[in-house]
T-cell receptor, first 114, second 111 residues
Framework: GAGVSQTPSNKVTEKGKYVELRCDPI?????LYWYRQSLGQGPEFLIYFQGTGAADDSGLPNDRFFAVRPEGSVSTLKIQRTERGDSAVYLC????????????FGEGSWLTVV | LAKTTQPISMDSYEGQEVNITCSHNNIATNDYITWYQQFPSQGPRFIIQ???TKVTNEVASLFIPADRKSSTLSLPRVSLSDTAVYYC????????????FGQGTTLQVKP
């Protein structure tokens, strides 16, 4: 597709379960970002990839959160031992190379932990 | 990190021009000013970006005074579909390009 694609669009999981959220960036974009957005708040930065490597993971809240991008394209955000406070919209974004480039967002994956 | 301040909410009516002002007193010399729009249940969408003076595109205009301590996003003749949250961003962190969002301005356009 032409834009950033995220799956699933909605996910309900039980507390303590493991969750994976997938992001397919715009073709050819080397920079990829994950954000988390809670109700009524602006998006909060989690992690930035340049190619296959996580160049900035300063926004990951704790070690239950992990993200990979093994081939420099698709990325997966992994959340272990989910907690109710993890409920949020998880947004993926990409840009051509990073700094100075327009960042394009996907529609997000809505995660609800019950 | 440069911090932005913008109104939490604004109301307008269809057909009016809307101006949303953002304060960024600590903007750095190399920071650009970028505005994003977010509709409910969607990711943010780039609207416009500028460094100084005035920038105009098919969606909006951005006015930046000489001291760059504030900026104003101008939406001409708004319609109901312009109801959204508008974010002003000035921090291009390091060489990553990551965006630091505030709470944004919720614009409600009424008929």
């Amino acid at each position: 597709g032409a834009g950033v694609s995220q799956t699933p669009s909605n996910k309900v999981t039980e507390k303590g379960k493991y969750v994976e959220l997938r992001c397919d960036p715009i073709s050819g974009h080397t920079a990829l970002y994950w954000y988390r957005q809670s109700l009524g708040q602006g998006p909060e930065f989690l992690i930035y990839f340049q190619g296959t490597g996580a160049a900035d993971d300063s926004g990951l809240p704790n070690d239950r959160f992990f993200a990979v991008r093994p081939e420099g394209s698709v990325s997966t955000l992994k959340i272990q031992r989910t907690e109710r406070g993890d409920s949020a919209v998880y947004l993926c974004a990409s840009s051509v190379q990073g700094a100075g480039d327009t960042i394009y967002f996907g529609e997000g994956s809505w995660l609800t932990v019950v | 990190l440069a911090k932005t301040t913008q109104p939490i909410s604004m109301d307008s009516y269809e057909g009016q021009e809307v101006n949303i002002t953002c304060s960024h007193n600590n903007i750095a010399t190399n920071d650009y000013i970028t505005w994003y729009q977010q509709f409910p249940s969607q990711g943010p969408r780039f609207i416009i970006q500028g460094y100084k003076t005035k920038v105009t595109n098919e969606v909006a205009s951005l006015f930046i005074p000489a001291d760059r301590k504030s900026s104003t996003l101008s939406l001409p003749r708004v319609s109901l579909s312009d109801t959204a949250v508008y974010y002003c961003l000035v921090d291009v962190s390091g060489n990553t390009g990551k965006l630091i969002f505030g709470q944004g301005t919720t614009l409600q356009v009424k008929p």
